[in-house]
């Protein structure tokens, strides 16, 4: 029966929670295949390998890791030990640089370290100052949904199983020191397995379903099956591996530039023919990983190779690494220190017309493992505060390599003061040896003798002081504001320039946009050409690695992805606005969402529950206060639901009773109205009153008319004076 159609019919059965089985298909059928397909897959290795392939790949790794070696040790290390001597402004540099100078002054400007000390943490508030470290987006707003568990996922691993703040710290500074930032990602998965036997019934399909989703989730692995009662019945005994998983995550982890090997043929890390991690291990590392299954021939690869020593690099970084592992050692295989490649290649080794991609552990030329290297993509990313289009490392680029000149005349300049100022304190004097006592004029004592008939001034001679060049200042101004136009990092955004002419809230405003502006564009530069790839390739370990159904627990809430929900289109977008005006800003305007726009639009159907929440909650993380659930009920939740439903009946009783008490009043003014109506009410002309009252009430409208009259002939005196003698003089 064919194995892919007996697959599907029990994927079928999985989605279905029913029983539909092929002609001639039996539950051990099923299980079976699944057992073959899922847990005893046949994978590239050593033992696959025919002894011409074994060859072949032995040849190929052994050309490109001299080619990848030479690189290394003529362009790569050489640049990176000469930025590491400026940045740290190694006194043994200057000595070659400024060799009468520094016979009487070591020292030497800092402006390189300053500048990056200054620069880093600003990174790192734009890249780990928010409580997401990427945010993801669908293409559109059915993937949203997906794409919001895909961030969750991501944020979960970076934060929880990985030091995410730890790793930008140490990768951030050789990025911009040395613009030779390596970061390493891959999958870490520790299991243990416990065997098990148990009697599996053909015809109980519910147990069927169960060994079926243990072996779909990875959770067992059947070893082996056998028919109980000589084959005639239905019952088999089922052996199998409990599989207990210690850890399944992807690592992201700072690379040292000293253990980073590679081909310089391309301009891109995955155009490469050959990329490797060269790590420095010792025997006992070898003969536990091939305890465990993932090495062969260790004990070959020890013999075939002496103690390793260290290289220029890690000397530089620690001069008594050779002394310390000489000391250290056993003179045995376990602690002998050996390098082990991890080689990621490009290589048609069973000469069939297409390349693969392999990966190989190599100790000198014995092969340790080979394996597929199933994503196609080499595990190894690099930050440059410079990117170069045309080649991986250019020594000639460099972020910091327009401030080495400027800290050099700094630090030449300055020597030269501090050397004036020793000499102008302590003068060259010149003496008559025999007319004066020098040992009394060296020790300093209070007398100092001298031959009779001598003075001082006849013996001692002190030639005057050379004065310093007024330029000499000037130049060490004009280094220190290269060195800021240079970098952006200012004295004025560091908060160090008290004579500031600028006070105003604008003008600092303006300032410091203009000061960030630099460090904004390296930020974008890291994140689109380095923090992108890495979150897209963990995004590609997820998928081939993750469990089918991965649960895990963020900000209090369980949140369940399954495999297939990250075979997506999506966008990966890196927040690089970041800092406190912006964060301040961001406040506001969900504060404005919440007040203004969200009444409008759930009085038009457009916002419901869930968008309230959804604002609510972001207000709520970008105030730093985690943990929405302790403040917001999530309206999806039946909780949360009961509790709308509720609110939404309160609201209707109200709306009820305010409408009730409406008609209440209206009935009660066409009562009174009516009442009104029923009043008998008595009306008479002018014409038929008294002739005194109509003479009183004539009186009485001529009066009020005069007044009225008085008031305006006033009030038209009173503009004339103000039009004719300015303002208005109460005592004229």
């Known amino acids: 029966m064919d194995m892919n159609n007996i697959l599907s019919q029990a994927q079928a059965q999985q989605t279905t929670g029913g029983f539909a089985p092929q002609q001639n298909a039996s539950p051990v059928d099923l299980l079976m295949a699944q ?3 899922i847990g005893k897959k046949k994978e590239l290795s050593l033992k696959t390998l025919k002894q011409a392939e074994k060859e072949k790949i032995l040849r190929v790794i052994s050309q490109c890791k001299d080619i990848a070696n030479q690189h290394y040790e003529k362009i790569v290390e050489p640049e990176i030990q000469h930025r590491e001597e400026n940045y740290f402004a190694n006194v043994k540099m200057y000595e070659r640089k400024f060799p009468i100078l520094s016979e009487y002054s070591e020292w030497r400007s800092m402006d390189i370290m300053n500048v990056v000390k200054w620069v880093t943490p600003e990174l790192m508030e734009i890249f780990a100052g928010t409580a997401d470290p990427v945010d993801i987006k669908g293409v559109d707003v059915n993937d949203d949904r997906v794409a919001r568990k895909i961030k969750d996922l991501l944020k979960y691993q970076l934060l929880r199983k990985n030091h995410w703040f730890s790793f930008l710290e140490a990768v951030l500074k050789p990025c911009i020191v040395d613009n030779f930032g390596i970061a390493k990602v891959y999958w870490l998965h520790n299991e243990e397995r416990e065997p098990y036997e148990v009697m599996f019934d053909a015809a109980n399909r519910s147990q069927f379903m ?5 072996i779909e989730n990875g959770e067992i692995e059947i070893t082996g099956m056998k028919p109980l009662n000589d084959g005639a019945g239905q019952f088999y005994k089922i052996e199998f591996d409990r599989i207990i998983i210690k850890a399944n995550n992807p690592v992201i982890e700072h690379l040292p530039a000293s253990e980073f090997r590679f081909t310089p043929e391309a301009k891109s890390v995955q155009e490469c023919k050959f990329v490797a991690h060269r790590k420095l291990v010792q025997g006992d590392y070898l003969f536990r990983k091939e305890e465990e299954g993932v090495y062969q021939n260790v004990r070959e690869a020890l013999e075939s190779v002496g103690d390793t020593k260290p290289t220029s690099s890690e000397l530089y970084h620690n001069d008594e690494i050779n002394n310390i592992r000489e000391r250290l050692s056993d003179n045995d295989d376990a602690s002998k220190n050996v390098e082990l490649y991890e080689c990621y290649i490009r290589t048609d080794y069973n000469n069939d017309g297409k390349t693969e991609n392999l990966i190989v552990h190599i100790v000198g030329d014995v092969l340790l493992s080979v394996q597929e290297n199933k994503p196609g993509i080499v595990p190894f990313f690099i930050a440059q505060a410079v990117k170069d289009s045309t080649m991986i490392f250019d020594p000639k680029v460099s972020y910091l390599q327009d401030l080495e000149q400027m800290q050099d005349l700094k630090t030449a300049l300055v020597r030269q003061i501090i050397i004036n100022v020793a000499l102008a304190n302590r003068p060259q004097k010149f003496i008559e040896e025999n007319a004066i006592d020098i040992d009394s004029l060296m020790a300093g004592e209070e007398y100092v003798f001298t031959s009779q008939g001598k003075r001082p001034s006849e013996v001692v001679f002190i030639p005057p002081s050379s004065q ?8 060490i101004q004009y280094a220190q ?7 952006g990092s200012t004295r004025y955004n560091q908060g160090m320039d008290s004579q500031s002419l600028n006070k105003t809230a604008t003008g600092i405003k303006a300032i410091m946009g203009k000061s960030q502006q630099q460090t904004k564009l390296l930020a974008r530069r890291i994140a689109e050409n380095f923090l992108i790839s890495v979150f897209k390739y963990l995004i590609v370990l997820n998928q081939e690695y993750m469990r089918p159904n991965e649960l895990f627990r963020l900000t209090n809430e369980n949140i369940t992805i399954r495999r297939e929900e990250l075979d997506i289109d999506y966008d990966l977008i ?9 964060k301040e800003a961001t406040i506001q305007y969900l504060m404005l969402m919440l007040q203004q726009l969200y009444p409008v639009l759930e009085q038009r159907g457009i916002v419901d529950g869930s968008g309230w929440h959804s604002v609510a909650k972001e207000l709520l993380d970008e105030m730093g206060l985690k943990g929405a659930t302790g403040y917001l009920i999530d309206p999806n939740t039946p909780e949360g639901k009961e509790k709308m439903q509720a609110a939404q009946a309160a609201i209707a009783q109200k709306e009820a009773e ?3 008490r409406e008609l209440e009043k209206i009935k009660l003014k066409g009562d009174i109205e009516i009442e009104k109506a029923k009043i008998p009410r008595l009306g008479v002309y002018y014409n038929e009153l008294p002739v005194d009252t109509q003479q009183q009430l004539l009186n009485d409208f001529n009066l009020k008319s005069n007044i009225s009259q008085l008031q305006k002939e006033k009030e038209e005196a009173r503009e004339y004076r103000v039009q004719r003698y300015g303002l208005f003089n109460r005592s004229s």
């Open 658 to 660: 305010a409408h009730q």
């Open 35 to 37: 057992a073959q397909m």
């Open 481 to 487: 504001n290269d060195i800021e136009s240079n970098s």
């Open 210 to 214: 169960e060994l079926a989703a243990a």
């Open 468 to 475: 310093l060049s007024p330029a000499a200042f000037d130049l």
């Open 574 to 582: 890196v927040d690089i606005g970041g800092g406190p005006g912006t």
